[in-house]
């Protein structure tokens, strides 16, 4: 199965993570399909960068997002800009 997940980098106590699509029988760390984005907690407030129209397109695919990631993307979705295409559907 195919899952939108984090996976972790950065330092010890300092952690930074990645939003990548990978397969659900891979280690936390181990290779990946995509690269969807970037996630750090640390920063104050927490800054997301994570690429929704590619997100979108895993997910019509079948990739089943995590909890933590389900709500990265909420959050993504709220503060990306209004644009027509968005307004209309």
Same mark, same amino acid.
């Given at each position: 199965m195919v899952k939108i997940?984090?996976?972790?980098?950065g330092a010890k106590k300092a952690p930074y993570y990645r939003?990548?699509?990978? +397969?659900s029988?891979?280690?936390? +760390? &181990? &290779?990946? #399909?995509e690269v969807l984005g970037a996630y750090d907690p640390l920063s104050d407030? %927490?800054? #997301?960068? #994570?690429d929704?129209?590619? %997100?979108?397109?895993?997910?019509?695919? &079948?990739?089943?997002?995590t +909890?933590?990631?389900r709500g990265l993307l909420k959050k993504a979705e709220e503060k990306a800009p209004k644009t027509?295409?968005?307004?209309?559907?």
């Amino acid at each position: 199965m195919v899952k939108i997940r984090l996976k972790r980098q950065g330092a010890k106590k300092a952690p930074y993570y990645r939003v990548v699509v990978a +397969d659900s029988r891979n280690a936390r +760390d &181990g &290779g990946d #399909i995509e690269v969807l984005g970037a996630y750090d907690p640390l920063s104050d407030p %927490a800054k #997301i960068d #994570i690429d929704l129209k590619r %997100a979108k397109y895993w997910i019509s695919c &079948g990739a089943q997002p995590t +909890d933590t990631v389900r709500g990265l993307l909420k959050k993504a979705e709220e503060k990306a800009p209004k644009t027509a295409e968005t307004a209309e559907a």
